[in-house]
């Protein structure tokens, strides 16, 4: 990659409530341990087009207020000799904007992309710097872009929303939600270790009688080993609207039972065994906290032959536990896990991740789909293999996300452990199932 250099260097001060050093909170040490296990520090954001106008002083103001308003923006690491993590948050600093002039025939779009590019090739210190890397494209004078990157352990998505909305509106009123350090305390508190030991017993006694192997063996190891497969599908966006409205069930709920019917199709393993990102905003004092929460939870649920309407009642009780017990430490997570398979003498795969991702309008579209419309959105479905990589990912990680008028369900695997044609049976099965369901 080529190196970019910044024509000039914008510094300036922030301050913001709050600041102290203690350990990770659980969602933060969820997703650190994600950065360990891919040996990345997760970085998301990308370009943004600034308003014609716009000047150095005005990103200046916006990202003073981001700053000093979120403690997950002034994080960063300490790590101890014994290898625990710890956050430090700071009350004040300095931070750097580096202004890229793009040459005069260029496309400042792309441009602002290949920053972005250079951006998450970034050597991040974790202790050392700020979670935050901003550039700024000036073309022929005018400032077009801003280019930010953050590592995951500022946010997840929702809260990555949840800040987007608040400095666009410059709310006045203080932050809302327990930030990371209150939230350890918390988690320390009794009512925390009643939560994290109920959760480490529901998953001990799950753990002790699930299928050892959920996946079947890979015997198609391929180079690069990892793939990511993606599937564009606007009929399983009309299914999925259609069986929330005709079963009066979230499109949430829906979705993992289809999710867990085609992992029970493709795999043949039952009972099916997946771990379903949860938000866990649903908790006092985290709805719109900026910082990430997010837990992967723990379903077990019968699923081969089952007819879909028994198979939705069955994922809708089972899924109350799954939420519930989504809140736990992951550190002493793990242990129970290992304790669990020396006592079983055998590994547990649980690699089946599966993200709903959706961001937009979950309601459900109008329920008298045709028979006409959906085969024109069944004509429509697009499969493809936009990547394949050596750097590492989790095992196998389903993604589903929205756009106007289908559903993206994007499939990342490591290819020495699910095989590529299995791979996109599985989401094409997510597909068959919904439709058939539906009409």
């Not at 710097?129 to 004078?141: F, I, N």
């Not at 866990?280 to 900026?290: K, S």
Request: aromatic letters at 8%; proline letters at 6%; hydrophobic letters at 45%.
């Amino acid at each position: 990659m080529t190196e970019l250099v910044a024509a000039e260097l914008v510094r300036f001060d922030f301050a913001g409530e709050g600041a102290g050093e203690d350990e990770l909170s659980w969602g933060q040490q969820e997703i650190w341990l994600a950065m360990q296990r891919q040996r990345s520090w997760i970085p998301i954001g990308g370009p943004s087009t600034l308003r014609p106008g716009t000047t150095l002083d005005d990103i200046v103001d916006d990202l003073r207020y981001t700053i000093g308003r979120y403690q997950t923006m002034r994080t960063r690491l300490r790590f101890l000799p014994d290898g625990a993590v710890r956050q430090e948050v700071s009350a004040s600093g300095s931070f750097t904007i580096e202004v890229f002039d793009a040459p005069d025939d260029a496309d400042p779009l792309e441009f602002a992309g290949a920053v972005f590019d250079w951006f998450r090739a970034w050597d991040y210190d974790y202790v050392k710097d700020w979670p935050l890397r901003v550039g700024v494209v000036r073309h022929r004078g005018a400032l077009t872009h801003q280019v930010s990157v953050v590592t995951h352990l500022v946010t997840d998505a929702l809260g990555g929303a949840v800040m987007m909305d608040e400095v666009t509106r410059r709310e006045p009123a203080p932050v809302a939600g327990m930030q990371p350090l209150e939230q350890v305390r918390r988690q320390r508190s009794p009512s925390g270790r009643r939560q994290n030991e109920a959760a480490l017993r529901y998953w001990r006694r799950t753990l002790l009688t699930v299928p050892a192997r959920t996946v079947p063996e890979s015997a198609d190891r391929c180079e690069p080993r990892y793939r990511e497969g993606l599937l564009h599908s606007p009929a399983l966006r009309l299914a999925l609207g259609t069986l929330a409205d005709r079963h009066g069930v979230d499109s949430a709920t829906v979705l993992l039972a289809v999710f867990a019917a085609a992992t029970a199709r493709v795999t043949g393993v039952d009972p099916v065994v997946i771990r379903p990102i949860v938000g866990n905003r649903f908790w006092p004092g985290l709805a719109d906290v900026v910082c990430p929460v997010n837990q992967a939870g723990l379903l077990v649920v019968d699923a081969l032959g089952a007819a879909f309407p028994t198979l939705l009642d069955r994922v809708r009780g089972a899924v109350l536990s799954t939420y519930k017990y989504a809140s736990f430490d992951p550190l002493q997570l793990a242990a129970t896990v290992a304790g669990v398979e020396r006592e079983r003498g055998t590994a547990i795969d649980l690699s089946v991740l599966f993200n709903d991702r959706r961001t937009g309008d979950r309601s459900a579209p109008p329920s008298a789909v045709t028979l006409p419309q959906m085969a024109s959105a069944l004509a429509a479905t697009r499969f493809d293999w936009p990547v394949a990589r050596d750097d590492p990912h989790e095992p196998l990680m389903v993604n589903v996300e929205d756009t106007v008028d289908a559903l993206l369900v994007r499939i990342v695997f490591d290819t020495h452990h699910l095989a590529p044609a299995l791979a996109e049976s599985w989401v094409r099965a997510m597909q068959t199932i919904a439709v058939a369901a539906a009409v």
